[in-house]
């Protein structure tokens, strides 16, 4: 009964490759989100889909491209992986757009 | 510039000893509050939540937060630690409501907590 899944929980690649992450939720949400922690533990948003349309487009490298197929659905695509992407990737939902977010366990991603 | 403080970047108590943990935002009005824990190699579990209302939010785990308008403030408390709730600690708003306000949560820097049997 998981209610926001990731896939994988940890990757481990070289510079230069291209990666994909997986999220999905079982909890009928119409909104979800891409965080990046760091190594200091900090926290930020990167992108935000409500409905299979993006409404939060941090600054963030165009690397990194996400993509809805569905509502349930939110994968993150990672372009020529640098070091400094190297973090943990939380994907979280909400029912709507202004509700509470419930957060998956996290990728981690190592890239040596 | 909106802001999330967590003051105490480490905090050690012992087994059975209260616990307070801060949290100060910046914003023009009162946004949504949020704490959220991350134990070890975990994910983020939210605890409590503020929106409006009461200003003592009860949450899980024996957790409940006060929100203080006049101090900016929605500090964590819990009576007595377990040693199981040594783990990382997030203060988290959301301007809901305000002008441009959106869904994105803002962190503090988080707060790691130590515990001592």
């Known amino acids: 009964d998981t209610a926001v899944s990731q896939t994988p929980k940890y990757l481990v690649t070289q510079m230069g490759n291209d990666k994909s992450i997986k999220c999905e939720q079982n909890?009928?949400?119409?909104?979800m989100y891409w965080y990046k922690q760091d190594s200091k533990k900090f926290l930020k948003i990167m992108f935000s889909?409500?409905?299979?349309?993006?409404?939060i487009n941090e600054t963030v490298p165009n690397r990194f491209s996400p993509k809805s197929p569905d509502k349930a659905h939110l994968n993150l695509h990672i372009n020529s992986l640098e070091l400094g992407d190297s973090a943990v990737y939380f994907c979280?939902?909400?029912?709507?757009?202004?509700?509470?977010?419930?957060f998956g366990p996290g990728t981690r991603l190592l890239v040596l | 510039a909106q802001s999330v403080t967590q003051p105490d970047i480490h905090i050690t108590v012992s087994e059975g000893a209260s616990l307070e943990l801060r949290c100060n935002y910046s914003?023009?009005?009162?946004?949504?509050l949020f704490w959220y824990v991350q134990s070890p190699g975990q994910g983020l579990q939210l605890l409590l939540k503020?929106?409006?209302?009461?200003?003592l939010v009860q949450g899980i785990k024996g957790f409940e937060a006060e929100f203080k308008r006049s101090q900016s403030s929605f500090n964590l408390r819990k009576p007595s630690v377990h040693w199981s709730d040594a783990a990382e600690y997030f203060c988290a708003v959301v301007p809901w409501g305000l002008t441009g306000g959106g869904n994105k949560l803002t962190f503090g820097t988080g707060t790691q907590l130590k515990v001592e049997l």
């Open positions: 914003y023009g009005a009162t946004p949504y």
């Open positions: 889909y409500n409905n299979k349309e993006l409404i």
């Open positions: 979280a939902s909400s029912p709507t757009s202004q509700e509470t977010q419930y």
């Open positions: 503020y929106f409006s209302g009461d200003t």
């Open positions: 909890l009928g949400h119409d909104t």
